[in-house]
Nanobody, 125 residues
Framework: QVQLAESGGGLVQAGGSLTLSCAAS????????MGWFRQFPGKEREFVAA????????TYSDSVKGRFTISKDNAKNTVDLQMNSLKPEDTAVYYC??????????????????WGQGTQVTVSS
């Protein structure tokens, strides 16, 4: 069972950038599609971005498209989320997730089997 650990969250001013990183415990990580989700207080976890097992295919939510970039490094067992032009409405707890099923990256949280503990991102106005 893969274990995931996020890092890189913090406080940033609007317009700034942050890079979140998720480290996986297993070498089988290379076979997993990976996703980033976020959760606002009192809301369900929502999709942010996903990448295929090879890193060759990516998909984004409309709210972050053009500002965030997801990337996967199978040699390092990591998946990163580069976040640019941050807005106060991006403030949330961010989670990485792994999907060990066949097929392309999925956008619904129910498609993921393993989750990290989350990291807080706060964007001040």
């Amino acid at each position: 069972q893969v274990q995931l650990a996020e890092s890189g969250g913090g406080l940033v001013q609007a317009g700034g950038s942050l890079t979140l990183s998720c480290a996986a415990s297993e070498r089988t990580f290379r076979a997993y599609n990976m996703g980033w989700f976020r959760q606002f207080p009192g809301k369900e976890r929502e999709f942010v971005a996903a990448v295929s097992w090879s890193g060759g295919a990516t998909t984004y939510s409309d709210s972050v498209k053009g500002r965030f970039t997801i990337s996967k490094d199978n040699a390092k067992n990591t998946v990163d989320l580069q976040m640019n032009s941050l807005k106060p409405e991006d403030t949330a707890v961010y989670y990485c997730a792994a999907d060990d099923r066949l097929g392309g990256p999925v956008t619904h949280r129910l498609g993921y089997d393993y989750w990290g503990q989350g990291t807080q991102v706060t964007v001040s106005s």
